[in-house]
């Protein structure tokens, strides 16, 4: 079957104070239509840096070395970027951030927001809508319904939508907002949903319902969703696959029940022992020791050997390649040859 995006030896790098160093190293990754990619990994491991690159939005410090991201076919890294918001928005590729405040325009009532960020006229305001939902020029092609709008509300639990409507932002809680970027995705039925930490600052309730939300979108729309977590038990609530990536390659992929019976990288064992829920009650939960590294100061070879209880010497000197395991199981680790 046709892939809708398929990232291809990706390297992206950013430069610093003169220097220059890899927060995504040779990332291979595809999604299916109707798919959900989980993308799972501490701070730092790359996870935004590859969604920010999906959408055209990485900072100018950055820049993509080399590697294709081919979104139904066409290689969105060497789209100019003022051509990009063809490819964001209706039919296409639609992003939330973790801290909805960030995407939503703090000066505008929701009604209006929904209208113009959806049609992308955000000339008013450059700087606010270069760095996020700016969707290039109007899009004409875009023709949302007042009712559209109410029916969006009512589909991400508004009871009263025109209420909502009337509001800024800020009179909004953290879930709202959140919502409200959901709504977004109703009305723009993209091919490909970015969520980028979506239910981080939001209470575990909240969180379920946005986690429901999300997967009611790729039911109704057969939309594809790439969801970036630190989290991998929420991840594993909602993906058909994950990816677990550290140091900015990949160290294990697979499909989500794989992933948590049976993980074979250690970082990915670490993950998950590392979380109260999967606690067997033998000994202690166990947070992996020490800290992911700085990508200006990444060690040689594996990037988790430094903390890696299973380490050997080839792991200090060799970047482990991605291997196949299982059938839909993939694996970078020397323990596996
Ligand atoms: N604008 C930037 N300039 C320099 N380095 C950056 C920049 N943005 C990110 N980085 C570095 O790139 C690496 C990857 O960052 P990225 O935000 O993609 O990771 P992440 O897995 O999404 O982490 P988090 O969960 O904290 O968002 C980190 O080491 C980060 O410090």
């Known amino acids: 079957m046709d892939k809708l995006?398929?990232?291809?030896?990706?390297?992206?790098?950013?430069?610093?104070?003169?220097?220059?160093?890899?927060?995504?190293?040779?990332?291979n990754l595809e999604?299916?239509?109707?798919?959900?990619?989980?993308?799972?990994?501490?701070?730092?491991?790359?996870?935004?840096?590859?969604?920010h690159a999906i959408v055209?939005?990485?900072?100018?410090?950055?820049?993509?070395?080399?590697?294709?991201?081919?979104?139904?076919g066409t290689d969105l890294t060497k789209i100019n970027r003022r051509d990009f918001y063809k490819f964001r928005g209706k039919n296409a590729i639609f992003m939330i951030f973790q801290d909805p405040m960030s995407s939503l325009n703090p000066t505008m009532k929701i009604y209006d927001q929904l209208r113009e960020v959806i049609q992308g006229k955000h000339s008013s305001n450059e700087d606010f809508s270069l760095t996020r939902w700016f969707l290039g020029n109007i899009r004409k092609d875009i023709i949302i319904e007042n009712k559209d709008i109410i029916e969006a509300l009512k589909k991400v639990g508004f009871?009263?939508?025109?209420?909502?409507?009337?509001?800024?932002?800020?009179?909004?809680?953290?879930?709202?907002?959140?919502?409200?970027?959901?709504?977004?995705?109703?009305?723009?039925?993209?091919?490909?949903?970015?969520?980028?930490?979506?239910?981080?600052?939001?209470?575990?309730?909240?969180?379920?319902?946005?986690?429901?939300?999300?997967?009611?979108?790729?039911?109704?729309y057969k939309t594809?969703?790439?969801?970036?977590?630190?989290?991998?038990?929420?991840?594993?609530?909602?993906?058909?696959?994950?990816?677990?990536?550290?140091g900015g390659i990949l160290m294990e992929d697979g499909s989500s029940e794989e992933?948590?019976?049976?993980?074979?990288?250690?970082?990915?064992?670490?993950?998950?022992?590392?979380?109260p829920?999967?606690?067997?009650?033998?000994?202690?939960?166990?947070?992996?020791?020490?800290?992911?590294?700085?990508?200006?100061?990444?060690?040689?070879?594996?990037?988790?050997?430094?903390?890696?209880?299973?380490n050997m010497s080839i792991c200090k000197s060799q970047m482990p390649k991605i291997k196949k395991i299982g059938e839909s199981h993939y694996v970078a680790c020397h323990l596996y040859g």
């Open 277 to 310: 829920i999967y606690f067997k009650g033998e000994g202690r939960i166990s947070p992996i020791p020490g800290f992911p590294p700085n990508i200006f100061n990444l060690p040689a070879g594996c990037p988790f050997h430094p903390r890696c209880s299973s």
């Open 259 to 275: 992933i948590l019976k049976n993980p074979l990288n250690p970082y990915t064992k670490g993950l998950i022992s590392s979380l």
């Open 31 to 51: 999604v299916d239509y109707n798919q959900i990619v989980g993308i799972v990994g501490e701070s730092g491991s790359g996870k935004s840096t590859l969604g």
């Open 56 to 72: 055209g939005l990485l900072p100018s410090n950055s820049k993509v070395e080399k590697g294709r991201i081919l979104f139904e």
């Open 159 to 220: 009871k009263n939508p025109k209420e909502i409507l009337v509001k800024y932002p800020h009179q909004l809680s953290g879930g709202e907002r959140q919502r409200i970027m959901i709504a977004m995705a109703y009305l723009l039925k993209p091919k490909l949903l970015i969520a980028d930490e979506p239910t981080t600052a939001l209470d575990v309730v909240t969180q379920a319902q946005v986690l429901k939300m999300l997967l009611e979108l790729k039911d109704e």
């Open 224 to 246: 594809s969703i790439i969801f970036i977590s630190h989290d991998i038990t929420l991840v594993s609530q909602i993906s058909d696959r994950i990816l677990v990536m550290y």
């Open 5 to 27: 995006l398929i990232i291809d030896d990706l390297w992206i790098s950013y430069y610093k104070d003169g220097k220059k160093a890899y927060a995504i190293r040779g990332l």
